[in-house]
């Protein structure tokens, strides 16, 4: 069971964090070789989960601790986990850009990648990708070294949205129960925007992936309130819970059982 950290160190060596990281680019990565991971893509999906979790844990013990929220410092921690490997793997992919793609047209891949990556910087790579290929699985995607770079955007754009929320939520010292419900009701709007609108339109946009990342975030509530309660009787059902979840996963992920890649969200 998910324990609730008393520090920003805790959090970062919480291994069931950092497997379920693991665990979820595994999936996208072996999804992208081919490696019979037919649903692999969902690993997107739960990262956005763990990424509101980790992001909701920290800023929800800063309120508890210190009665603040710090935008600043939120903001300083998200740029030192994301910009010094991003701006690594932007330096390195313009290289072998150079040398293994072309940038004559029609297909100009060396520009794809440029404007891309350079959109990346600011967040905005997921806008930049609809507009200049079909869609995540499209052939001029699949030339375009950045591609993936779409969900740190989205990432990023969520952060923003959700550091702005909770410094205003901070400010009026909201109890836990009404943050609990404010994301509730936004997440449940993000989901029936996902499950109403287009594939093509609604895999980049963060309106539409922030369910996700609110899914995390009230885990994070549900794990802070149980933090002071003595859960030891119940230590059983949560094993269990947990157990069902990544059975679900896993199978999900089995191309000869023919199952919707829906089944994920029912482990996320």
């Known amino acids: ?53 980790v992001i909701a844990t920290r800023a929800l013990w800063e309120l508890r601790e210190t009665g603040r929220f710090s935008l600043v410092s939120f903001f300083f921690r998200r740029v030192y986990r994301i910009f010094p490997a991003l701006c690594v793997m932007l330096c390195i992919s313009a290289v072998l850009s150079f040398f293994f793609q072309t940038p004559f047209q029609p297909v100009g891949q060396q520009q794809v990648t440029a404007k891309t990556g350079l959109s990346s910087l600011f967040f905005g790579a997921n806008f930049v990708i609809p507009q200049i290929s079909s869609g995540y699985f499209g052939t001029l995607a699949q030339s375009n070294a950045m591609t993936h770079l779409w969900s740190t955007s989205v990432e990023g754009q969520f952060y923003l949205f959700f550091s702005l929320i909770f410094l205003a939520i901070s400010k009026k010292r909201f109890t836990f129960k009404f943050i609990g419900i404010f994301f509730s009701l936004v997440g449940i709007v993000s989901f029936v925007l996902y499950i109403a609108g287009e594939s093509s339109d609604v895999f980049f946009k963060v309106e539409t992936r922030a369910w996700e990342f609110i899914l995390g975030i009230l885990v994070a509530l549900f794990v802070m309130r149980c933090s002071s309660m003595d859960l030891g009787k119940h230590k059983f059902i949560f094993s269990l819970i947990s157990i069902l979840s990544f059975f679900l996963i896993v199978i999900s992920q089995l191309s000869f059982l023919n199952l919707s890649a829906n089944l994920v969200f029912f482990s996320v």
């Open 1 to 53: 069971m998910l324990s609730t950290p008393k520090s920003e160190t805790s959090l970062k060596k919480n291994s069931q964090v950092q497997s379920l990281r693991a665990f979820a680019v595994l999936l996208v990565f072996f999804f992208h070789l081919e490696f019979g991971f037919s649903h692999g893509f969902l690993g997107v999906d739960i990262f956005f989960v763990i990424s509101g979790y």
